[in-house]
């Protein structure tokens, strides 16, 4: 108890703070640091890897969207894919609803 309370105690006159003021900042930026490690960096990663998949789409790219839906892109225009889904079955997906790109095929 009489530790804790020498922790918290104002400096004395004439002493200085700075050596208080780094051991107190000390752990905010080590875990400020972690954060950026662990957490905003490979987030980041991840989702300039997602923008460049959806930015190479292309006919014929066999992909799953993010409801499960699994075809291949029949047409690519400004932010809508055409999906096939079956023989004379296509619909229209907004491009971020791309889940993956399984496989891209040659379109013949």
Known sequence: ???TL???APPAPGQST????IANLLP???IF????????????KKQNERELMIK????GDKIITTGGAHGVVDAVEDNVVILKLAEN???KYDKSAIGTVVKSTEVK
């Open 1 to 3: 108890m009489l530790t």
């Open 6 to 8: 020498l922790l918290f």
């Open 18 to 21: 700075t050596g208080s003021l």
């Open 28 to 30: 905010i930026v080590l």
């Open 33 to 44: 640091v972690v954060f950026y490690f662990f957490m905003i960096r490979p987030q980041k």
């Open 56 to 59: 190479n789409l292309q006919k």
């Open 89 to 91: 079955v296509r619909i």
